[in-house]
């Protein structure tokens, strides 16, 4: 490899993490000249990328949860820089992580360092992009309300905790969504658009997806009659609920909804009427492990 020089842009939660402390120290007795950034406020990340960027900076290291990871991907596209990314995994769900199949234990993750970078796609809406998936519906909720005091003591159990306890909210949203060759309208339970395959705490909406096939994943899981019972065994991980789901693979798809419908974006949450999704292929140079299962083409 070139140049072993990176810089790591660690949320400020993680700071006093001995692991992590750890494991830079690690890489640096490797050879690496490896310094760090912490975030503080909303908008570090990104700042701390274009000064990364400006520095010189051609390796830089995601530390953090999955709105951190998206933050950095997005700063580092829209900055339309040939750097290249590694993700250490430090959150409560780490769903792209954990789909990608890189390692969630910081010393292993920063083992990427030492693996060619491959171009992924991103997905994008209204100006925004997101690295893992756009949610819409009751999932999106349920991952947008989970406290972080319950995600510290029970993990991604969490996730699952809060959305048993909020059955009596559940309203199915009614929307239209339309693509290349594809047209489906309706009353939906949950929405995956998916450059990765997982989201909120381990629930696999998009199993197909690849994040470097210029195509996001579409998956629908339709409004039943007994939504309840449906829902709870969704959220503990049913899977003879596979077959309900309508799917389809597009480079974008619009969604409509006269009520409006939530969104969740790797944790960012957005809410609109009418919405389009698409691919932006090869966005960004990322570490993943050879065999990753995201990659279309295996390294």
């Known amino acids: 490899m070139g140049e072993r020089k990176a810089l790591l842009i660690l ?4 700071a006093l993490n001995d692991t992590v402390r750890e494991a830079v120290k690690a890489q640096r007795e490797a050879g690496w000249d490896l310094a760090v950034r912490l975030t503080w406020e909303a908008g570090d990340a990104q700042r701390l990328v274009i000064e990364a960027l400006a520095a010189g900076y051609q390796t830089i290291i995601a530390g953090g949860g999955d709105g951190t990871l998206r933050d950095i991907a997005e700063a580092l596209a829209q900055a339309q820089s040939s750097a290249s990314l590694v993700l250490m995994p430090l959150g409560t769900a780490n769903d792209f992580a954990r789909a990608a199949g890189v390692p969630l234990e910081p010393l292993a993750a920063l083992g ?12 994008e809406v209204g100006g925004q992009l997101f690295l893992n998936m756009a949610t819409g519906g009751f999932g999106s909720q349920v991952t947008a309300s989970t406290s972080e005091d319950l995600k510290k003591v029970l993990g991604g159990a969490a996730y699952l ?65 007994e939504v309840v019972s449906t829902l709870k065994d969704l959220l503990a991980g049913g899977l003879g609920l596979d077959n309900m789901f309508v799917r389809a693979r597009l480079p974008w798809v619009e969604i409509k909804s ?26 960004l140079n990322v570490h993943l492990p050879a065999h990753s299962p995201l990659l279309s083409h295996q390294g």
């Open 161 to 225: 905790f809060t959305g048993l306890s909020r059955f009596s909210e559940l309203e199915p949203a009614f929307v239209s969504l339309h693509g290349p060759d594809f047209q489906w309208e309706g009353q939906l339970l949950a929405l995956g658009i998916g450059n990765g395959r997982q989201a909120g705490g381990g629930h696999v909406l998009c199993p197909q997806a690849f994040a470097d096939d210029g195509l996001l994943d579409l998956s629908i899981l339709p409004a039943p009659t």
């Open 11 to 14: 949320h400020g939660k993680q």
């Open 258 to 283: 006269a009520e409006g419908l939530d969104i969740n974006l790797d944790g960012e949450p957005l809410t609109g009427a009418d919405l389009r999704f698409s691919a932006r292929p090869g966005a």
């Open 112 to 123: 990427l360092l030492e693996v060619a970078p491959r171009a992924i796609d991103l997905g």
